[in-house]
């Protein structure tokens, strides 16, 4: 059969387009393009258009109830660029970094290009396992590699949907400090959440300089704005800063954004997370109904992922041919493994896809699933 075009795309993290807020941007453009244009003639200031990173400051202190100076708070092209400025300050030549053994794929790619080993700590249901954080840092040491930070997603893991738990995220600190091991938390699902309180981050935990915080505006508005940023205090800021050679991050995209947010932000997550939410539980609903015996699942209480643990034995490259003639994208298991194994694993982004589709693409999925896996369901 002819690969068909994608028509149920599970594969990218992206919020919904029913929620992009286009009208209010636009007005958002024209008043700020009036009022302050003209600044935009220079180059914007290296650590990015302060009613942004203000905005930045406050949705911190919303959501972790402690203050951060907006002096802290630098904005990047995208969180991805603070990912790849953190490789570049503080990994050297055969330096290992630490992450989730299933981690973002964004970030093994930067980590891989920059030519960082990666080290890989298994999860369970609740994240990451502090002890087997410690057994990895001290496997590490007896073999004389240095490890550059330790990367983590402790809230709506990507892909896993774990939340680390409030001790846990004590423990991590607790054993990287004892070791001077700098934390990269991740935090760019901060705000996608459908149910419950979320534990601080481990930013609020630490010292600082202990952690470098990243957070982003994609999964609230949408990564085509390629504004995030990074919160640190001055000294580690400084150390990412000496990288940022773009000329700084769109003080015009930041103004529009900034605009539109600093009367909106509140209201407009909330629009987010309830249609981001109806959509995670249609897939939960196509998902008890055609695979239930077929395979597990996570249940993610925010972010914009399901993981998806496959029949052992499976043959993932004839599932991925199967899906392409089909219309499905996902996100195969193989692209978020620290150790770039054919796991039996995909992950199923909900954000995007419109949620009309959502049980007819799981239907699917699933006979591409049997085709792949005969005699597989229990
Ligand atoms: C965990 C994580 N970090 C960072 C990013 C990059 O996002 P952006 O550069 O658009 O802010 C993503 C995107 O999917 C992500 O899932």
Redesign the pocket.
């Known amino acids: 059969m002819a690969p068909a075009g994608i028509e149920f795309n599970f594969g990218?993290?992206m919020p919904d387009p029913g929620t992009f807020p286009s009208e209010a941007l636009a007005g958002a453009a024209q008043r700020v393009i009036v009022r302050e244009g003209a600044s935009l003639v220079r180059y914007p200031d290296a650590r990015g258009y302060l009613p942004l990173r203000e905005i930045a400051a406050q949705r911190f202190r919303r959501n972790h109830s402690v203050d951060v100076p907006a002096s802290h708070v630098t904005l990047t092209t995208?969180?991805?660029?603070a990912?790849i400025l953190a490789t570049q300050a503080f990994v050297r030549a055969g330096d290992t970094v630490v992450v989730e053994e299933f981690c973002?794929s964004?970030?093994l790619g930067v980590l891989r290009q920059f030519g960082a080993q990666i080290a890989g700590v298994p999860l369970d249901d609740q994240g990451l396992r502090p002890e087997a954080l410690e057994g990895t840092l001290d496997r590490l040491a007896r073999e004389g590699r240095r490890v550059a930070f330790v990367y983590t997603?402790a809230t709506h893991q990507?892909p896993s949907g774990t939340i680390l738990p409030l001790e846990r995220r004590k423990a991590l600190l607790d054993i990287c400090k004892g070791r001077g091991v700098l934390v990269v938390e991740?935090d760019?699902?901060a705000d996608v959440v459908f149910e419950g309180v979320m534990p601080p981050a481990i930013y609020t935990l630490g010292e600082p300089g202990d952690v470098l915080y990243?957070g982003?505006?994609?999964?609230i508005l949408g990564?085509g704005a390629?504004?995030?940023y990074c919160i640190a205090p001055e000294g580690l800021a400084e150390r990412l800063l000496a990288f940022k050679r773009d000329g700084g991050t769109s003080a015009l995209s930041s103004m529009i954004v900034a605009e539109y947010l600093k009367d909106h932000l509140w209201s407009h997550v909330g629009e987010v997370c309830a249609a981001v939410k109806a959509k995670r539980d249609s897939l939960f609903a196509a998902l008890e109904r055609e695979l239930g015996g077929l395979v597990d699942w996570t249940h993610p209480r925010g972010g914009l992922f399901s993981w998806v643990k496959l029949p052992q034995g499976i043959d993932t490259q004839a599932l991925a041919r199967l899906a392409k003639e089909r219309g499905l994208q996902y996100g195969s298991g193989r692209s978020f493994d620290a150790a770039d194994r054919d796991v039996p694993y995909l992950r199923l982004a909900f954000g995007f896809i419109d949620e009309s589709l959502i049980p007819e693409g799981v239907a699917r999925l699933g006979a591409c699933i049997e085709g792949a896996a005969p005699g597989a369901r229990r």
Do not use: A
Not at 78 to 81: E, L, R, V
Not at 216 to 219: A, C, G, R
């Open positions: 990218s993290g995208g969180s991805m660029q990912i973002y964004g970030t997603i990507n991740d760019c699902y990243i982003s505006f994609s999964k990564p390629r504004l995030g």
